[in-house]
């Protein structure tokens, strides 16, 4: 594979990243930049356009799109061209998408695994963190101890509260 490495903004790194919605307009650029002499260019706009190939302008430039076959074996490395365009957001117990930092509340009473601390039902937890490798756990502590919490146990607290 080659080592070229395309540099991106945050907002289309965390996309690509599945960390994001996928907004199909912001990647009409795609159109033209698939034509690109550049494999790891053309490899980003081959992995994007199957993503977004329930559209049907990304499906007429997928159908267009030619890649070598070594190019090819590279696009298709990761296996994202098998799965839809859906992203990875952690999301609480309602479905709102939940960041760093935010302030969420339990939904349920929880007894915390090796403790004998338990969480109370209406719990605020302030300035969660996201675990990076599953999106149904966050980090929070409850008094002054840092737990692991499901997300289907909590929601995220109103901004005004």
Not at 15 to 41: F, G, I, N, Y
Not at 129 to 153: C, F, H, P, S
């Amino acid at each position: 594979m080659p080592k070229t490495v395309p540099c991106f903004a945050a907002t289309v790194w965390h996309r690509l990243k599945k960390k994001a919605e996928l907004d199909q307009q912001h990647w009409h650029c795609l159109t033209e930049s698939m034509w690109s002499e550049v494999p790891a260019v053309q490899v980003l706009a081959w992995r994007m356009l199957n993503r977004l190939r329930n559209e049907s302008w990304a499906a007429d430039n997928l159908d267009m799109l030619y890649l070598t076959d070594e190019t090819l074996a590279w696009a298709k490395a990761t296996g994202d061209h098998e799965n839809d365009g859906s992203v990875d957001l952690h999301r609480d117990c309602n479905g709102a998408i939940l960041q760093n930092g935010d302030t969420v509340v339990l939904t349920k009473s929880l007894d915390v695994k090796g403790s004998t601390l338990n969480a109370r039902l209406g719990t605020v937890v302030k300035n969660i963190r996201l675990v990076a490798d599953n999106t149904e756990q966050i980090e929070g502590k409850i008094e002054g101890q840092t737990i692991v919490i499901l997300t289907k146990y909590l929601r995220k607290q109103n901004e005004k509260q």
